[in-house]
C-alpha cells in the first residue's frame, strides 16, 4: 500500500428533505442514500479514486452491516486487511439530515466500541508500517492515534494528522511526529488560540504550527478559502466556484487529495490545488462520499488559479 488511513467506519444513511418536521409531523424524503461513511472511509475511498493504493484501519461491528461495508469497501480499491471487525458490536451509523441551503444535521450512533483500541493498533502493526504514507483521522481516541504515529515514524514512514489533537499531554508530541497537518477552521482556532477571522492571522497561525513539527500546514479560513505554510513558501487559495449541496466529506475529500499529491512527490502547490479541487466536487452531492472522477477533478482544477508555475 501507498497509504493506510486510520479513522471511522461507519453506515451512511443521507436523507434529503425540504424541511426538518416539527414534533409530531413528518417530511417527504426526496433523496436517499446509503453508503459505507465515517471520515476513515471517505478519506480512503478518495485516495483509491485518486489512484493511490490506500487501506484502511478502523473498527466494523460483527453484524451483517459490517460484513456489507467491508464488501464494499474492497469493491471500492480500498484494503481492508486491517479492519477489526468487533466481537458484539453493532455497526457504527451516522444520519445525516440534508436540507436546502446545504444545511445538515447528524444523528450518530458511534459508541465506543467502534472507537480503535491501542491494542488494534498493535495488531496492525504490519500494516501501519508497509504503507509509506499514514493519515490519522483524530477522531480516534488519542492513545490509539499517537500509539499509530510511534509505529509509523519508527518504521521512517510520512504522517498526516487530519484534525486538533486534544490537549490532553499527546499534542506535542503528535504535532512533533508529523509531516503534514490539515485543520479545519475550528480545529485550527483550538489549536493556535488564534481567531482565524482573515488570511493573515491564518498564514501566522499557520507558521507557528510549522514551527511545531510538520512540514506542510494547512488550514481552513472560514468562507475565505485555505491556506497552507511549508518551508520556504505559503499560499492562499479560495474556495472552487462551484453550487453547494452538501459541504458534508468536503474536508475528508481535502485530505485524500493533498495526501495524494504529496505521496506521489508534488510539491506542495500542486497538492494544495488537488485538495481544493477535490474538496469542491464533494460539495456538489448529497452526503460525504466522493466521487472523484478524473474529469470533475480536472474541471474543478481548472477553476481555481495556477499557482504551480
Known amino acids: 500500500m501507498d497509504v493506510i488511513v486510520m ?9 434529503v428533505v425540504p424541511e ?7 417530511a417527504p424524503v426526496r433523496t436517499r442514500r446509503e453508503v459505507p461513511g465515517g471520515k476513515g472511509t471517505n478519506i480512503a475511498v478518495g485516495l483509491a479514486q485518486l489512484g493511490v493504493r490506500v487501506g484502511l484501519l478502523g473498527v466494523v461491528g460483527d453484524d451483517a452491516v459490517g460484513q456489507g ?14 479492519v477489526v471487525r468487533r466481537s458484539g458490536t453493532a455497526t457504527g451509523l451516522i444520519v445525516e439530515v440534508l436540507t436546502g441551503g446545504g444545511r445538515w444535521r447528524y444523528l450518530e450512533d458511534l459508541p465506543p466500541a467502534v472507537q480503535l483500541h491501542e491494542d ?21 481516541p488519542p492513545a490509539a492515534a499517537l500509539a499509530a504515529v510511534r509505529l509509523a515514524k519508527g518504521a521512517g514512514r510520512r504522517v498526516v494528522l487530519d484534525g486538533a489533537p486534544a490537549d490532553d ?4 508530541e503528535l504535532l512533533s511526529r508529523a509531516d503534514v497537518l490539515r485543520a479545519d477552521h475550528h480545529e485550527a482556532e483550538l489549536l493556535t488560540g488564534y481567531r482565524l477571522d482573515d488570511v493573515g492571522t491564518a498564514l501566522r497561525a499557520a507558521r507557528e504550527l510549522l514551527s511545531r513539527g510538520p512540514s506542510v500546514v494547512a ?21 472552487v466556484d462551484v453550487d453547494v449541496v452538501d459541504s ?8 485524500a487529495g493533498l495526501t495524494c499529491a504529496l505521496s506521489r512527490g508534488d510539491r506542495p502547490e500542486r497538492a494544495a490545488r488537488l485538495a481544493v479541487a477535490a474538496a469542491g466536487v464533494t460539495a ?15 474541471r474543478a482544477l481548472e477553476r481555481l488559479p495556477d499557482t504551480t508555475g
Not at 485555505?226 to 492562499?236: C, H, M, R, S, T
Not at 456538489?284 to 477533478?297: C, E, F, Q, S
Open 7 to 15: 479513522g471511522q467506519v461507519a453506515r451512511d444513511l443521507v436523507l
Open 20 to 26: 426538518v418536521p416539527d414534533a409530531g409531523s413528518t
Open 69 to 82: 461495508l467491508t464488501e464494499r469497501l474492497r469493491h471500492d480499491g480500498v484494503d481492508t486487511g486491517a
Open 120 to 140: 488494534d493498533v498493535h495488531a496492525a502493526e504490519a500494516a501501519l508500517t508497509a504503507a509509506d504514507w499514514l493519515v490519522v483521522q483524530l477522531q480516534q
Open 169 to 172: 499531554g499527546r499534542r506535542d
Open 219 to 239: 488550514l481552513a479560513v472560514g468562507g475565505a478559502g485555505n491556506v497552507f505554510a511549508w518551508e520556504g513558501g505559503d499560499l492562499v487559495l479560495p474556495l
Open 248 to 255: 458534508t466529506g468536503g474536508g475528508d475529500a481535502f485530505v
Open 284 to 298: 456538489t452531492h448529497p452526503g460525504g462520499r466522493p466521487d472523484l472522477a478524473a474529469h470533475r477533478v480536472g
